[in-house]
């Protein structure tokens, strides 16, 4: 309060965002599998996708056939999103992220509606995540896995020691009958 307020001229001075900015939604469109949940799970009903069904060929022969869905069209209407960030919580695959970019403005509503080829342009400014806490607790899943894996090492490691335990009292044995001969 006892400093003067400071304006920030923005067009030419570009704004210093937080880490995690909410801005636009990009798009990995390698891992969208076109199950939907994004589209049903919007509050605003601003996601528009569209697919078509493919036949995917046996893997092995005399497999039977796989069907699997082509993403079409993925579009987005920024001016129907309240950017509640539900589509992005609900994908399974990964396929949706936050990005940092706020500079789209249109001037006609009807240009707000971004099909997946920009959507996908702003995937790549999306940051890294963060770094884990060192601190933090191991995942139970990790944990579990990890107590599963030494424990079959420490039966292999057993299971060697008397497999070479039973080949040195048979080479002793062995040793034994031709000094007898």
Known sequence: MTRRSVTAQ?????PELPPRTRGVIGLFEEN??????CARECPDWCIYIDSHKETVPPAAPGGRERSRNVLDRFAI??????YCG?????????ALFWSPEFEYAETDIHELTHER????EWMWTVPAPPALDPAAEEPKEIAAARKAAEKLAAQEA???AEAAEAAGAAGNAAGNTEGDA
């Open 86 to 94: 539900i589509c992005i919580e609900v994908c399974p695959f990964d």
């Open 158 to 160: 057993k299971a060697a």
């Open 32 to 37: 969208c599998t076109v199950c939907m949940l």
């Open 10 to 14: 923005y067009p030419d001075a570009q």
């Open 117 to 120: 080829d920009k959507l996908r």
């Open 77 to 82: 209407d920024f001016s129907l999103c309240m």
